[in-house]
């Protein structure tokens, strides 16, 4: 379990949800303005960036010039065995006893070789004859082969490489920009303020934190280099295609506008198979996450084939979109094999033409057929990363959206830290509302002496729990002021603030470690002997000392291996392991038996004494020895005043009191 940044305590228990998915395909709203936000993101890297870039084209263009030098290799094999044949023929074609003088060359004799033999050789052929010394029989020359081989082998390793360097920088690159992300987005949940989660559901802000950063981390990593040897690869190749032969070029691009027709066709088609995949998935997923969490109420209820009937649904949906989105992008390749083989045909039809004609070599058309084939991979890249972009570009502004999120109101400029604290507590006319037309808290005040024990009952919705987080100042008050000792929070940092609280809330949070590091939570720097102090302060070492493992033991996800009571006391322990100034104990006991209540109780009167305390109780039976009792209705205080005082008055406490053993309504 990490640490809470800067010693701050947790503002609240941490729950899970379903991580949101980020949908493929999905487009952003602004997609210049968030692609050019990731460039200003990337600005800090830009000479690493240079460096990838750099490395990558020039890795490209050696792939790319690699199938040009090999049909050199090829042409000096071809070469050597077509002399070879124009020896034998001119051999043959000479009268019999007739030998040549050393040094004859075919220049010499090509009048009196045969008008047929010449009809049969391209001008290249012919050139060679006249050049050829027809006295001594030629051979391939495999010394130059093999050059030509050593240097292609030398061109694929400097390619292999760049291609390595660049791949290391960019993924160094690509977890750097990553890790800022996070660490600014964690930074950023820290700043907002507690009503920005009242309203966003915790696996949309997972899904930011997790699935949008990790799009974006592939995206930068794979899609930007992507491009810029597909763009590389793409010129090149042209160049180096219309080096060789410009006929055969446009029969080649002739294949392009089908590809392209086809390749359009299939991904809008595709496209809003795959957004219902990932919808679908996502419901499944939130579905799968809601039944495993909530077991028991299912089994409770008999909704077992409910459950099973919703999941096969959503299923049935996932498996036909699935089924659409993955046959359709799987005929992509096969199509484009299929429009490329036609390529294929028309290039080697022409290029054999050009070949008998003697404009092009054999390697010429060895290497015009690899290029071919080479050119069709970057119009495919291309596709598929503006595919990516689009859905790149949507992940990243779900990020800034969270990163651009209204923080909190500032800290004070010269803030107030209370070395003494006595835990004096003063509402002053508090109005509060969570929006602007509804006000809940209305001209709320009241002064809590220190050391007392002040009880918040009333109705539900009547603004007790609303009060205590006025008080730690997840919200700021609309008017008004609440003081400690006479400072007004506000003037105090909120780390200070919340560090002289301890709170037991309704909902305990235990995290998945042992039962130790839960307890010394609440102060991290405790020793051993304070956490079990704290323990025993709390009734529930024996507890401990009875499990398997004692302090040591595991708390599982969830915290299941241990009963609601226990959970509770050891969020009791946690709390007085931080020693805090003042106690606000939230619903402690609401969801527990009578047996443990009073185990708690007994705990919860242990680490109130001396310390000003908050209760929040709907078992008006746990107040009576209260110092103070505050009635709040509909926003505002409408008694006030010990237990056996506001009995005496018969008025709503009263009513609240005696609603909880005669049955009667409120």
């Keep these: 379990m990490s640490e809470p940044r800067n010693g701050q305590r947790p503002m609240g228990p941490r729950h899970g949800g379903p991580r949101g998915p980020m949908r493929p395909g999905e487009k952003a709203k602004d997609f210049k303005g968030t692609i050019a936000k990731l460039f200003g ?32 290799a090829t042409d000096e094999i071809a070469d050597g065995i077509i002399a070879k044949n124009i020896y034998a023929q001119v051999q043959e074609s000479l009268p019999e006893g007739v030998t040549l003088p050393p040094g004859t060359k075919g220049e010499i004799m090509l009048d009196q070789i045969p008008q047929e033999m010449k009809e049969h050789l391209n001008e290249r052929q012919l050139t060679m004859l006249k050049e050829m010394d027809l006295t001594v029989e030629p051979q391939i020359n495999f010394e130059q082969v093999g050059k030509i081989l050593l240097f292609l082998i030398g061109l694929y390793a400097l390619s292999a490489g760049f291609s390595y360097i660049q791949g290391f920088i960019m993924s160094g690159v690509t977890q750097k920009i990553t890790y800022t992300l996070r660490r600014q987005i964690s930074e950023k949940m ?77 991904v809008r088609f595709s496209q809003r198979y795959f957004i219902q995949q990932q919808n679908s998935l996502g419901e499944l997923n939130g579905h799968v996450e809601e039944m495993y969490s909530s077991h028991n109420i299912v089994k409770a209820f008999n909704g077992e084939q409910r459950s099973i009937d919703q999941f096969e649904e959503i299923n049935k949906r996932l498996g036909t979109s699935a089924w659409k989105s993955q046959f359709l992008s799987g005929m992509m390749m096969p199509i484009m094999a299929f429009v490329g083989n036609l390529g294929y045909v028309a290039v080697c039809v022409v290029g ?99 050391g007392q024990r002040v009880a918040i009952v009333g109705p539900t919705g009547a603004g007790k729990t609303t009060m205590v987080k006025l008080l730690m100042r997840f919200y700021d008050v609309n008017s008004g002021s609440i003081k400690i000792d006479g400072v007004d929070i506000r003037e105090m940092t909120r780390h200070d603030l919340r560090d002289l609280f301890g709170m037991v809330l309704q909902d305990t949070w235990l995290y998945n470690g042992s039962i130790r590091e839960n307890i010394r939570y609440g102060d991290l720097s405790a020793t051993d002997e304070q956490v079990v102090e704290a323990a025993k302060s709390a009734h529930v070492h024996h507890f401990i000392k009875t499990l398997p493992g004692g302090y040591d033991m595991e708390l599982n996800e969830e915290a299941s291996n241990v009963s609601q009571g226990q959970k509770q006391l050891l969020t009791i322990a946690r709390a007085v392991a931080s020693n805090p100034s003042i106690m606000i104990l939230d619903e402690a006991t609401s969801s527990v038996d009578t047996r443990t209540e009073v185990l708690i109780q007994k705990a919860m009167d242990s680490i109130m004494q001396g310390r000003t305390s908050f209760i929040i109780a709907h078992r008006l039976s746990t107040i009576r020895d209260a110092d103070m009792i505050l009635v709040m209705k509909d926003g505002d205080i409408v008694e006030s005043g010990k237990h056996d005082e506001l009995l005496a008055k018969n008025g709503f406490y009263a009513s609240l009191y005696n609603s909880q053993f005669e049955g009667k309504e409120i």
């Excluded at 949309?204 to 690869?233: A, H």
């Excluded at 290029?371 to 503006?386: G, H, K």
């Design 41 to 72: 993101l990337m600005g800090r890297y830009k000479f690493s960036i240079l460096i990838v870039l750099f490395f990558a084209i020039l890795s490209t263009i050696f792939t790319i010039v690699s199938p040009r030098i090999l049909g050199n």
């Design 190 to 266: 820290d700043k907002l303020p507690l009503k920005y989660y009242d309203g966003q559901s915790h696996g949309d802000i997972l899904s930011r934190v997790t699935n949008d950063v990790d799009t974006v981390n592939q995206t930068l990593g794979q899609s930007l280099t992507q491009i810029v040897t597909s763009i590389t690869t793409l010129v090149g190749i042209l160049i180096m295609m219309f080096s060789i032969n410009w006929i055969m070029t446009l029969v080649a691009l002739l294949v392009l506008p089908v590809s392209v027709l086809f390749i359009s066709v299939i």
């Design 352 to 450: 054999g033409y050009l070949a008998v004609k003697g404009t092009v070599t054999i390697g010429n058309i060895q290497s015009f057929i690899q290029y071919v084939r080479q050119f069709n991979q970057p119009i495919s890249q291309a596709a598929n990363i503006m595919n990516v972009l689009q859905s790149t570009a949507a992940a990243a502004e779900r990020v800034f959206e969270f990163l651009e999120e209204p923080e909190e109101i500032p800290e004070a400029e010269h803030p107030v830290h209370l070395e003494q604290v006595k835990g004096q507590v003063t509402f002053e006319h508090v109005h509060f509302g969570y929006s602007p037309d509804k006000i809940i808290i209305n001209d709320f005040s009241c002064v809590i002496q220190p």
